[in-house]
T-cell receptor
C-alpha cells in the first residue's frame, strides 16, 4: 500500500538557519497539507496547497514559511530563518478528491 | 472557529477489555466530518475511523466504533478487545465541509493517551 514519506526524519539546525523539509505524497493525491505538533501539544494546521497554490494558511504560517511542489512529486516546507519556537514535529498530509487525509511519519525539527 | 475537546488526558485499559474515549466539538456548521487518529510512540499519525455528519449510522472499523451524537456534538471512540498495539495517543479531529473542496483542513483535540496493560 503506498504511503506518504518524509525526509529527513530528524533535523537539527541552529537558530537563524534555513531548513527545508521534504515530503513525497502518494501519487494520486491532489491536495497537500503541512501540520505542526509542538512536543506535548496538539497538532496544528499550517497550510494547504492545491494546483500549485496555497489554498489556506494559518496565523502560524508567516513570511518565514513557504511551500512549493518543485517537480510534481516532492512537496516542501521551507523555514527561512528558524527560531527556537519552531522546534516541533512537522507532518505532511495528502488526499485525493475525497476528504480523508493521510499523513507521513513526520520530521522532528530541533532548533538550537 | 471550530474547537475540539478531549477531556481525558490519559486512560488505561486491560488487554482484551473495552474502552471508550470521549470527544466533544463546537461548530455552527451542519455539514462536516469527524475523525479519530492514532499516534503510537513512532509518532506516525494513523487514520483509525471517520464519520460523515450527514450519516446517522455510526461508523465501525473492525474493533473500533464510534458513538456519534450530532445534537450533543459528541463523538466518542470505542475500542473493543483492546490489544497491546493499541497503546497510543488518540486524537479526535474535525473537518468542515468546504465548497470547492480545496481546503478541508483538520482541527485536532489535545489527545488522549491510552495505555493497554497486559
Amino acid at each position: 500500500e503506498p504511503e506518504v514519506t518524509q525526509t529527513p526524519s530528524h533535523q537539527v539546525t541552529q537558530m537563524g538557519q534555513e531548513v527545508i523539509l521534504r515530503c513525497v505524497p502518494i501519487s494520486n493525491h491532489l491536495y497537500f497539507y503541512w501540520y505542526r505538533q509542538i512536543l506535548g501539544q496538539k497538532v496544528e494546521f499550517l497550510v494547504s496547497f492545491y494546483n500549485n497554490e496555497i489554498s489556506e494558511k494559518s496565523e502560524i504560517f508567516d513570511d518565514q514559511f513557504s511551500v512549493e511542489r518543485p517537480d510534481g512529486s516532492n512537496f516542501t516546507l521551507k523555514i527561512r530563518s528558524t527560531k527556537l519556537e519552531d522546534s516541533a514535529m512537522y507532518f505532511c498530509a495528502g488526499r485525493t478528491g475525497r476528504y480523508e487525509q493521510y499523513f507521513g511519519p513526520g520530521t522532528r525539527l530541533t532548533v538550537t | 472557529a471550530q474547537t475540539v475537546t478531549q477531556s481525558q488526558p490519559e486512560m488505561s485499559v486491560q488487554e482484551a477489555e473495552t474502552v471508550t474515549l470521549s470527544c466533544t466539538y463546537d461548530t455552527s456548521e451542519s455539514n462536516y466530518y469527524l475523525f479519530w487518529y492514532k499516534q503510537p510512540p513512532s509518532r506516525q499519525m494513523i487514520l483509525v475511523i471517520r464519520q460523515e455528519a450527514y450519516k446517522q449510522q455510526n461508523a465501525t472499523e473492525n474493533r473500533f466504533s464510534v458513538n456519534f451524537q450530532k445534537a450533543a456534538k459528541s463523538f466518542s471512540l470505542k475500542i473493543s478487545d483492546s490489544q497491546l498495539g493499541d497503546t497510543a495517543m488518540y486524537f479526535c479531529a474535525f473537518m468542515k465541509h468546504a465548497s470547492g473542496g480545496s481546503n478541508y483542513k483538520l482541527t485536532f483535540g489535545k489527545g488522549t493517551l491510552l495505555t493497554v496493560n497486559p
